[in-house]
Every structure is written in structure tokens, then in C-alpha cells.
């Protein structure tokens, strides 16, 4: 079977959570041909791979979202847009039709009542040279002035337009691109990697798979709510956005997994058919975290984090952390196990800030490999405000070493389990709390007993629920499963 696997912002630019699912993925079905089309966010990553692609990975396309613009010496042209063009464009501003009972009030539309069929074919339309043909086209301007001036008539008309072209330019980039032929469509996130699944299931009529490890849509709302790029008032705007391109994923996927309950249920309430949900859980190789090299006993007490130094991550917080445990356990140090030149000023903040508190013995590592490094460690540190089910805490957790954990996505299901019979993997903290983050670290510290019977049942827990094993079965059964129906489908039709 051909799998087109659809990746976001992650593989093979990006080393970590997801990236490492997808290479587990892959390298675990040899039987399978691979074909992956990606979607990142600036040209200067073209073809700058962080992993060693695997031999059934048969082909790459490569797409970066800040690719068009608007500069050039030659003017947009403009196209005519049918009705059903005009209403699908109206849709997806959140622009509805007006209610009976109020003519002058209009409403923005469910978010997944977007006529996605005509906007596959109106950006796919060769009347459309440039986005520009379209973005700056009298019947684009005409709906926005009309349609979009009713409900955001509160927002100057250039700063809508500007706001609106910047949304929709990398998804309109996104949509005219190749869509290589597979049999089945495998979307590693919503947001433009779902979109684009969505299309190339409506083109070849190929079964679409949606894997979320975190809620893309809730991300994106994250993060804008926190921007300081969006002005306050454009912030609505773009969170339905994000929440209309989950909906068309949702609503084009065959199956829509992710890895545990609550991610389950969050998707449900935004909209997603359950009969199309299922659970499947990360999954490591176990035994390859056993017997790893141990520190000489020295009288150092070393915390790890194996994170990527990025704001997501909290970096800041586990520095503040950090301090307060120096003052309880001069003998602490800290070592920050991950990619360093992914977070740009972010890393030069945090480097300052342990330089103002005046910190010894923090560790950037950069990259490593991590077997290398999990057994010099004592205890294990994760400070993210967002996560979904962290492979790093498996990695912690399968080398016997305690975890404390902010209590973001499925990493208090990790630590303390769920009706499993085991007890608890380490201690579960609010997010962003520098005290009891410390507090924590401090307690297991001086309790070898305690970090002991964690790391026990931590390990334990992974090798009964999150085996690579498990992981890879449950994908190449749905993948089957799926091809098998398409088959049918096929020999039905004909």
C-alpha cells in the first residue's frame, strides 16, 4: 500500500515528539511505501532534514507557508467569482446569511458548514495565476465591503483586508500544490496539514486518516489569545480560523485518532462525528531504555528535561524552578536535553535569565542522544504549558527514572495512570507554578526510597500499555482495515 503522510511544523525539520512518531511510524512498516508530503513554515528549510529518511519513505514534497506574497512588478489581474464561489469565500470569513427575523444582522455559520468543494476548486482554478488573481480581485473586495464589513464592521476595511489576505494567502499556498496519488492519506495534525488530506481525499476519493496529539484548533486559540501580533479586536477572527480548518478535517476523515480520553472528548465537542473517533496511545521500545549508563556516584543530583527549547516548553519556568531547588540542594544540577537553535531569542532569554540569578550547573546540551544521557539522570523535570502525551516522559519513565510534570495534556494520565493498578510515576504540578514545581523536585530528592518505587512503576506502566509494538499494530490493522474497504469499494463501483 502508498500511505501519503501529511506532517505540519514538525517532520523532518524539527526533531521531538511528533517528528519521532512519525519516523517510529514509518521504519515500523516496512510493507508499506511512504510518500510525505510536508508543510513548513519558511523556504529557508527546504531540504534540511534533521532525520535519515527511511527507505520505504519513497518521496518528499515539500511546502512552506510564507512562499507567496504579494510583492512583483506585475498587477493582480483580477477573476470573476460565481455565487456559489462568493457564498464558500462568505463561509469561511464567518460570514453567514442574514436571519429571517433580523434582514440587516448577519451570523457567522457553524464551522464546519463551510462548502469546502467549491473552494477546493476555486483555489485550484487555473483562472488563478497568482492569489493575488483573487485577493485583490473587485469581487473579493466587493464581499468583503458587503459581507464582511456586516459582521466586522467594527474593524477599519484596509485592516481587515490585510488581516484577511494574511490569513488566507499560506492556506490558498497550501491547496495549490501537488497532491501525489496514495491510497490512503494520513494527516499527522488538523489546521493546513488536515486541509490538504481533506483535498486530496475529495480528489482521488482515497481514505483519509487525522492523527491529533494535541488539539491543534485549542494550540492556535492558545497562542493568539497570547499574541501580541493580532490586535485584540482581530482575535476572533483568526481563532475561527484555525477552528474551520480542524472542521474540514474532521468532517473529510474516515478515522480521527489521538492519544487518550480527554483529546477524545475535545474533539467530539468540537464537532467531530464520535463513531469516527479512537484512541491510540504512543508507543517506545522498551527495552532499549534498560541497563543505560549510569553517572559515577559523586554526590551530584541531576535532573533532566529532555525538551526542545522553544516557548511551548516553558523554559523559563523550569530556570525560576531550578533557582529555588539550589537553595534547598546545592548539589543539584540541571541538564536541558534538546535542540537549542529552534527557539531564536527565546534561547537567548532563557540563557540570561540563568546568567541575572546568578545559576551554576544548568546544561544546555543541545541535541543528544538521549539512552546516552537517561542514566546519569535521578529525576526527570517537565515544565510545558501544552502538551498531549509526551514521548519524553515515556522515554523517563521506561528508564526507571521519577517524573514532575505540569499537569498539561495526558502526562497526568502517564504518571498517575488510569484504573491501571500501579501507582504513581512521579508528581503532577500546576502549570507555571515555580513553587510548587520545587517543592516537588525537592521531596523526591530527598526520598531515594520514593524515586525508586516511582521509577518501578513508571516503567512498568510502559511496558504494560505504551510498547512500540502496541502502537504500530493498532496503525497497520487501520490501515488495512481501510485499504480493504477502499478495495471493496472499488470493485463495487465497477
Request: glycine letters at 10%.
Amino acid at each position: 500500500m502508498r500511505i501519503c503522510l501529511i506532517a505540519e511544523g514538525s517532520y523532518p525539520y524539527v526533531t521531538g515528539g511528533v517528528s519521532n512518531w512519525i519516523q517510529t511510524l514509518v521504519t515500523g512498516m516496512p510493507e508499506h511505501e511512504f510518500v510525505l508530503h510536508t508543510i513548513g513554515a519558511h523556504e529557508s528549510q527546504r531540504g534540511h532534514f534533521r532525520y535519515e529518511l527511511p527507505v520505504n519513505m519513497v518521496a518528499v514534497y515539500e511546502t512552506f507557508l510564507t512562499h507567496y506574497s504579494f510583492s512583483g512588478k506585475r498587477w493582480a489581474r483580477g477573476i470573476r467569482l460565481t455565487e456559489r464561489e462568493k457564498a464558500a469565500l462568505a463561509g469561511l470569513l464567518g460570514c453567514g446569511g442574514a436571519r429571517p427575523e433580523q434582514a440587516e444582522e448577519r451570523i457567522a455559520p457553524p464551522i464546519d458548514e463551510v462548502d469546502w468543494e467549491a473552494l477546493f476548486g476555486l483555489f485550484r482554478s487555473r483562472r488563478l495565476r497568482h492569489p493575488a488573481d483573487l485577493l485583490a480581485g473587485r469581487d473579493f473586495l466587493d464581499l468583503l465591503v458587503v459581507s464582511g464589513a456586516e459582521r466586522y464592521g467594527h474593524i477599519p476595511l484596509t485592516e481587515l483586508f490585510w488581516s484577511v489576505r494574511s490569513m488566507l494567502l499560506p492556506l490558498i499556498q497550501t491547496l495549490r500544490q501537488h497532491v501525489p496519488k496514495a491510497d490512503l492519506y494520513h494527516a499527522v495534525t488538523t489546521g493546513y496539514a488536515g486541509v490538504f488530506g481533506a483535498l486530496a481525499s475529495h480528489l482521488y476519493g482515497k481514505p483519509l486518516v487525522v492523527t491529533e496529539h494535541g488539539i491543534y484548533s485549542r494550540e492556535r486559540e492558545e497562542e493568539i489569545l497570547k499574541a501580541d501580533w493580532v490586535r485584540e479586536h482581530l482575535k476572533e477572527l483568526w481563532i475561527e480560523h484555525f477552528y474551520r480548518l480542524s472542521a474540514c478535517a474532521y468532517r473529510y476523515a474516515d478515522r480521527v485518532l489521538t492519544l487518550f480520553d480527554r483529546n477524545r472528548e475535545i474533539e467530539i465537542e468540537l464537532g467531530c462525528p464520535p463513531e469516527k473517533t479512537a484512541i491510540v496511545p504512543n508507543g517506545i521500545e522498551v527495552e532499549a531504555y534498560g541497563n543505560l549508563p549510569a553517572a559515577q556516584p559523586d554526590g551530584r543530583f541531576r535532573i533532566g528535561a529532555i525538551v526542545r527549547v522553544v516557548p511551548i516548553k516553558d523554559i523559563k519556568t523550569m530556570i525560576l524552578s531550578f533557582a529555588l531547588i539550589k537553595r534547598e540542594l546545592p548539589e543539584a544540577e540541571l541538564y536541558i536535553m534538546g535542540p537549542v537553535d529552534e527557539g531564536g531569542e527565546y534561547e537567548a532569554e532563557c540563557r540570561r535569565l540563568v546568567e541575572s540569578l546568578g545559576l551554576a550547573d544548568v546544561y544546555f546540551t543541545g541535541h543528544v542522544n538521549v539512552r546516552e544521557w537517561l542514566g546519569r539522570m535521578d529525576l526527570m523535570l517537565l515544565t510545558s504549558v501544552s502538551e498531549g502525551q509526551p514521548l519524553a516522559v515515556l522515554e523517563g519513565m521506561a528508564a526507571g527514572l521519577p517524573w514532575v510534570v505540569t499537569d498539561v495534556g495526558d502526562c497526568r494520565g502517564l504518571v498517575e495512570g488510569s484504573g491501571d493498578g500501579l501507582g504513581p510515576a512521579g508528581i503532577v504540578v500546576p502549570v507555571m507554578h515555580v513553587e510548587r514545581i520545587a517543592a516537588a523536585a525537592v521531596r523526591l530528592a530527598r526520598d531515594p526510597r520514593l524515586r525508586a518505587e516511582m521509577g518501578r512503576n513508571g516503567r512498568e506502566r510502559v511496558r504494560r500499555l505504551y510498547t512500540r509494538e502496541r502502537f504500530i499494530n493498532e496503525y497497520r490493522r487501520l490501515y488495512d482495515e481501510l485499504g480493504e474497504a477502499e478495495t471493496w469499494r472499488a470493485s463495487a463501483s465497477n
